[in-house]
């Protein structure tokens, strides 16, 4: 009989949220550290909605939905200027491999 | 039998079928191997394509969770908009040359956050037994109903890849 369930959930967002950090601190490329913050914001999302279907956010159990959704919205926001304000740089000749260390780098 | 472990024995919980027991066993081993994926990769336009199948198994976590509405924002706003936007803005780009870092503090870190987390997930989920996993009927509603608009969603999504990995090959030759 195979016994699984909730526990894999918060393993799941729990890796998720770990290796997000972890590529954020192994990675030097900026999109790389961007796209890592993503996976941690996805296992985020995971633990809120699990959290909100169990026990309820600050007791209301609706609550955790509007927080993902309001995340979701602010995450597309947040990669949308990142990204665009990684690209103008690569096209203007600031960076050259967009990695983090050329940001702020006086060449 | 210390209360951390009283918890975490009555979290561990079957759904009651071994169909929907091994279905989200095989998303969260798929969401995990995506999500190393992504940090790992070297491509970045394939990196954001494992973001993308990281969005599409986070989803179908939610349908599972009760949550169909949120499920579909994640899959139309998230994937469908945010996602494919870095996809097509990387591709659009010469392949940059990748650096890594690689040290001991990340793995520290990664450990670190990964049991607490799992600490914390367990003190709060102590409430299983409010979990119904009705979310999944609505779903299979929502492919009934809206067939034909899932149909051209994945149409949509799947030319968008195509396109974009198509465009950075061809920027690359």
Redesign the interface.
Known sequence: ???????????????????????I?????L??M???L??SF??I???V???A???GVLGIIKLG?YI??LG??L??GE??II??VI?YM?KEKMLN???Q?EVGSEE | MSPLLEIFASSVVTLGSPFLDIALLVLAVASIIFAYLTVTYKSLVYSSIFLAFVGLVNAAFFMILGYPLIAFVQLIIYVGSGVLFIIISISMLKEPKLTFRPNIYSWVIMLFIFVLIVVIGISVGIAPSELTYLGIFPAVDYLVKYWFSILLLVLALSMALIVSIAVSRGERE
Not at chain 1, 3 to 13: N, R, S
Not at chain 1, 25 to 29: D, E, S
């Open positions: 009989m195979i016994i699984i369930g909730l526990f894999l959930i918060i393993i799941t967002a729990a890796v998720l949220i770990g290796v997000g950090i972890w590529g601190v192994y990675n030097k490329n999109v790389k961007l796209l890592s993503e996976v996805n296992g999302t995971l633990l909605l699990y959290i279907s169990t026990t939905a993902v959704f979701i919205a995450a597309i990669i949308s990204v665009s690209l690569f491999e967009i990695s260390d």
